[in-house]
């Protein structure tokens, strides 16, 4: 099944932009779903099959990093 996700992450540190870059670029080295950018969100598309665990892996890294970090995700099935 295609999905599309809307994901923005807020660290809630001074030195925000770092942490929010490394996010992004780990989660775009996954040739299996097509990442853009936004202003204030990132959205990928792809298979739930592959996105989903990758999700969980990286916010899991990044709130083992940085526990006070927020996520707002938008899910939503079909993809551009």
Do not use: N, W
């Not at 932009?17 to 792809?46: C, D, N, W």
């Not at 739930?48 to 006070?68: A, G, N, R, S, V």
């Amino acid at each position: 099944m295609k999905i599309s996700v809307e994901i923005s992450m807020y660290p809630l540190l001074k030195q925000y932009r770092p942490p929010i870059h490394a996010f992004i670029e780990r989660i775009a080295k996954h040739s299996s779903i097509t990442v853009e950018y936004g202003q204030m969100s990132t959205y990928l598309f792809g298979d739930f099959e592959k996105i989903m665990p990758l999700l969980q892996t990286e916010i899991e890294t990044t709130l083992k990093d940085i526990p006070e970090s927020v996520f707002v995700i938008k899910l939503s099935g079909g993809c551009h």
